[in-house]
């Protein structure tokens, strides 16, 4: 298992600073949910992870090794939409990574290797729930749905970090709590690392073992972009210390303060 | 009463409507050619229908006396040859240089502003230099009607692929997708029925430039014909050939979708028959 170190590390577009001085380890089969206002670098800081940006300044340390900057088969993601191919059944969506890896010049699969790899699919399509809808295609599927072949599709890699781009913000309420719970279920028997920005912070503080929550510490109202992001609050989370602290309180009115954030508030930290 | 935008038509109803349109124009071309006729019994402008007809059944079945050909089919075949050469290599063209294009930002830094200026070059101005280029057969029509609709196929197929959400693209990649299998399993099944119906768009324009070609410099071909006849005032001819090619134009637009649907059930949202696999 290896953890991973943020050291020093800043991300700037061109004179616009978004992510600055992040220095911050996570430990292998830790669940990072991650906050913040708008505009707080919480999806830059998911690039950095995945390797989709690189880092401007400082290095990202994935145990012993620098991060690759690009993505690959040890990180998998789900994205809030989009994040299943169109074109393929349920069924090949989650075959596609296998038929990646055991066959670079075709990417397809035939007899034998692919009924071992369909087997592989119907195991992990029932760990989500999906067995029932192998042939069909994602459009034919609810959002739900769409999620769980998702994670389906990304876990069949057996990725050791998992990326979560607010995975449920599409969802209703009912299927959103069904899809916690498995999302929690897979990342134990998994043993995963996972990431998952989310916009609900009753989730965030639901789901993780450590809630990091992303802010502007410095604000020039002559230059906004000037200053970026930093994690202004890293708490670790079990049941006793789901206590919202008074402080974080005003810190994000005093920030963003959209109507989405105050909204957030409002949930506050889950009564059980 | 309902509003009428809200008010739609049963299904009887919508295929009596949706015949209105040609029983009108035959009806009227029928009474504008009587009086015409009733007039000047030789008139060539507007034949009557029998006169179309009998030129029709000669041009079907009686051999031309010099070649032993049956006109209307010797012509078919030959245009229908140069457009689907034409249309096949603008397609491949299209396909090849819009992922070309769209995947691979070197090759789009090196060839999209090069492909976007070739494409504002009209076709008809350097029909002359085909001629002179590779002579007056078949190649230099099958090379007009390409000039014509390749850089519209490709520079609409760079942007298809442009707009595949990037969701997808980072995905496969941590699926463990390479360059070339991203190509092959993500984009260039996406791209079929985007093709199929980029190719649709631009038959019109294909039979364009396959009838300018072969109006001026052919020996046979339907718009060989068209322009031959054109001579002798034979609108008896002309018509039927007309009607002939949209005909054919309507078809071959049919048939690409129905081939579209059948490739791409997901991308035309039918359902697939076969749901157990």
Not at chain 1, 1 to 9: A, E, G, L, P, R
Not at chain 1, 172 to 190: A, C, E, S
């Amino acid at each position: 298992m290896s953890d991973i170190h943020f050291k020093n590390v800043w991300k700037t577009y061109h004179d616009q600073v978004v992510l600055e001085r992040l220095n911050v380890n996570i430990k292998a089969g830790e669940f990072c949910s991650i906050v913040g206002a708008s505009g707080c670098g919480k999806t830059t800081f998911l690039k950095l992870l995945l390797g989709e940006e690189a880092p401007s300044r400082g290095t990202i340390m994935l145990g012993e090794q620098r991060l690759r900057a690009e993505p690959g088969p040890d990180r998998g993601i789900v994205f809030q939409r989009y994040s299943v191919f169109p074109h393929l059944t349920v069924e090949d969506n989650v075959l596609f990574g296998l038929e990646m890896s055991e066959s670079p010049i075709l990417g397809r699969l035939f007899g034998r290797s692919r009924q071992r790899a369909k087997d592989q699919a119907k195991d992990m399509l029932s760990a989500v729930g999906l067995e029932h809808a192998c042939g069909k295609y994602p459009a034919e599927l609810s959002g739900g749905m769409q999620q769980r072949l998702a994670l389906a599709q990304a876990l069949i890699k057996q990725p050791k970090i998992l990326l979560l781009d607010e995975p449920f913000g599409a969802l209703d309420p009912g299927i959103r709590n069904d899809t916690h719970k498995l999302v929690l279920d897979l990342w134990r028997r998994f043993e995963l690392t996972v990431f998952m920005i989310t916009h609900d912070l009753k989730e965030g503080f639901q789901m993780g073992t450590r809630l990091l929550v992303f802010d502007k510490v410095r604000n020039d109202p002559q230059a906004p972009h000037a200053y970026g992001a930093r994690i202004t609050y890293d708490i670790p989370l079990n049941s006793d210390k789901r206590k919202f602290p008074v402080e974080l309180t005003a810190s994000l009115e005093r920030s963003g303060s959209s109507k989405t954030d105050k909204k957030l508030l409002d949930f506050g930290p889950g009564p059980e | 009463m309902k509003r009428i935008i809200n008010r739609n038509p049963n299904a009887r109803v919508q295929v009596l409507l949706s015949l209105l349109p040609f029983v009108a124009v035959a009806v009227i071309y029928v009474f504008a050619s009587e009086a015409r006729l009733a007039e000047n019994a030789n008139d060539k402008l507007l034949p009557s229908l029998d006169a179309m007809f009998k030129s029709l059944t000669r041009l079907t079945t009686v051999p031309n006396k010099r070649t032993g050909d049956i006109l209307l089919w010797t012509d078919t075949a030959a245009s229908l040859t140069r457009l689907s050469w034409g249309v096949s290599i603008s397609a491949l063209l299209g396909l090849f240089f819009g992922i070309l294009t769209g995947a691979i930002p070197y090759t789009r830094s090196l060839l999209s502003s090069f492909i976007a200026v070739l494409s504002m070059i009209p076709p008809m101005a350097i029909l002359p230099i085909l001629f002179i280029m590779f002579d007056l057969g078949e190649l230099s029509k099958v090379i007009l009607i390409v000039i014509g609709i390749a850089p519209f196929i490709i520079r609409d197929l760079q942007q298809q692929v442009l707009e595949i959400p990037r969701e997808q693209i980072i995905k496969a990649q941590t699926l463990g997708a390479s360059t070339w299998q991203i190509i092959a399993r993500v984009l260039l099944p996406q791209l079929y029925p985007r093709l199929i119906q980029s190719v649709r768009l631009s038959l019109g324009t294909a039979w364009l430039f396959l009838i300018a070609a072969e109006a001026i410099a052919a020996t046979d071909g339907l718009g060989y014909r068209i322009f031959l006849v054109r001579r002798y005032l034979a609108m008896d001819v002309i018509l039927p050939y007309v009607a002939w090619i949209t005909l054919l134009a309507y078809l071959s637009d049919t048939v690409l979708l129905k081939l579209s649907q059948h490739i791409s059930p997901w991308f035309h949202g039918t359902q697939r028959k076969d749901a157990s696999a």
